[in-house]
């Protein structure tokens, strides 16, 4: 269509579906210059991302984001507090809580008593860097890790902190850290998507909380960018076989002719979301061939396998999905992120976390190791992080043998290695209860502002205009950890 056909075709119809759509500025400057709106609707450009190229010397390519989904307890994991031992029992000092707020599961408890963990700790790595029994595989990979343990967030329960913790909001609807990677640099493989998903169930509590779409969704960005999720069970992603009595060469026919249609549409309208489907369905088609060779575990050698624990044979376990994401990093998926549940420890912590542990240490463990041997460590960078941590005071049956933790935003302990991290380091403190910190604070801000920066983006730069504004990952906050970089 030449343009003074598409200019005589911007009808007041057309303009109101464009502002409906939230781009009535795009739809007016095309009414006042169509030769800007024809511009637009030319279609994608052919950079991978929106940026073209990075504002940084990237020091890494993709990444891994492990999430533990329901807060894992610091105390038992990752934050040795050995003075806790003599005060199990003793009311928590007013001076240490100083009024913060609690949930309302533990805003009623008369007392609050000190709960010390019951599991030993032992340093590890070259820099002695203080991990749980719980955690024998991680420990072994202690000179790669950066355990950071001075994390802390704004949102006290569990939605909105995971909003909060992938999107920078705690309101709904933004888009998340890997729409936003996707948006910024694209995909190294063009039959695979940019951002790809997985969620397994914990041995802990696994229906407890809930995970939404939304947690890796594109919100205001273009749709290409939302994460796809693949799933444990059935076809890995939905509809990527065809329908019963359609071969191969009938598909691609039924595509062309859709294609056809949606160009027409796309050429009269000039609506982005339509270019978007019309690369989706080939994606799809292209995923046809590409999926099944990617979760066909088999031809992975034995020693690889059994590194990985005796779960990864069982498909949507995170042992499983840890290995997978290895075999996407390497195919050049951008940003894969693993969610698993169970961590919602409020009474019978001991056992709970045991369960959680044994699901997730070996594999993530694994997944370093295996990464390295490739030589994809150092440009994969992989975190290991819940939405916040555990109180210090035990909430629910307290007894020797038993004891709960209520949530905690206060802080709490991730770990990050590979791509831009120094590992063998320990980095930011809290106080003897593991309360409050006490130096080197990273907000979660902070946090999505240091993944940006080891893939070579400026956060502060990499925005999209919507309802009048622009957006960006860390809305108006944000350091980078230097401390924590190479």
């Known amino acids: 269509m030449d343009r003074e056909t598409f200019a005589a075709n911007l009808t007041r119809r057309t303009f109101l579906r464009r502002s409906a759509g939230g781009i009535g500025a795009c739809a007016l400057a095309g009414l006042l210059n169509p030769e800007m709106l024809f511009a637009a609707a030319a279609g994608p450009t052919t950079v991978p991302g929106v940026l073209g190229t990075t504002h940084f010397p990237p020091k890494a390519k993709r990444v891994i984001y492990l999430c533990q989904s329901g807060a894992p307890s610091q105390i038992e994991l990752f934050d040795y507090k050995p003075n806790l031992d003599k005060l199990r029992g003793s009311d928590l000092p007013g001076s240490v809580r100083m009024g913060q707020r609690l949930t309302g599961m533990s805003s009623g408890q008369a007392h609050f008593p000190v709960a010390n963990s019951m599991f030993k700790f032992a340093q590890h790595g070259k820099n002695g860097t203080w991990i749980s029994e719980l955690l024998p595989h991680t420990a072994s990979v202690a000179d790669e890790l950066c355990v950071i343990r001075s994390l802390h967030t ?60 939304r947690l890796w969704g594109s919100g205001f960005l273009p749709t290409k960018h939302q994460g796809v999720k693949f799933r444990g069970v059935g076809d890995p992603v939905l509809f990527l076989g065809n329908p019963p009595g359609v071969d191969d060469p009938t598909r691609r026919r039924e595509l062309d002719d859709l294609k056809k249609l949606n160009q ?75 969610f698993h549940t169970g961590w919602d420890q409020h009474d019978d912590l001991p056992n709970g976390i045991r369960g959680q542990c044994k699901d997730t240490d070996q594999p993530s463990a694994a997944l370093i190791k295996d990464l390295k041997q490739r030589n994809l460590l150092d440009e994969t960078l992989v975190i290991w992080a819940g939405e916040f941590g555990r109180t210090t005071y035990g909430q629910g049956k307290f007894t020797n043998e038993t004891y709960g933790r209520d949530h905690h935003p206060r802080c709490f302990s991730i770990w990050m290695a590979g791509g831009g991290i120094r590992g063998g380091q320990t980095y930011g403190e809290t106080d003897d209860f593991s309360y409050n910190v006490v130096k080197d604070g990273v907000h979660v801000h902070d946090l999505n502002a240091t993944i940006l920066r080891c893939l070579g983006i400026d956060h502060t730069k990499l925005t999209f205009r919507f309802q009048g504004r622009h957006y960006r990952l860390t809305d108006v906050h944000g350091e980078v950890v230097k401390g924590i970089l190479v």
């Open 154 to 213: 704004e949102a006290i329960n569990h939605d909105p902190a995971m909003t909060f913790f992938h999107t920078g909001s705690q309101q709904a609807g933004r888009p998340s850290v890997g729409a936003w990677t996707s948006y910024g640099l694209g995909s190294e493989n063009a039959d695979l998507p940019a951002y790809v998903v997985m969620v397994s169930r914990g041995s802990g509590r696994p229906f407890d909380q809930p995970l939404y779409d």
């Open 264 to 338: 027409e549409n796309l050429d009269a309208m000039g609506d982005p979301e339509i270019g978007t489907r019309i690369a989706q369905y080939e994606l799809a088609y292209r995923m046809q061939t590409a999926v099944p060779e990617l979760t066909d575990l088999s031809k992975e050698p034995a020693n690889i396998l059994e590194m990985y624990g005796p779960d990864v044979q069982r498909r949507g376990s995170y042992a499983a999905n840890c290995l997978l994401a290895r075999r996407l990093s390497e195919r050049g998926v951008r940003f894969v992120q693993l």
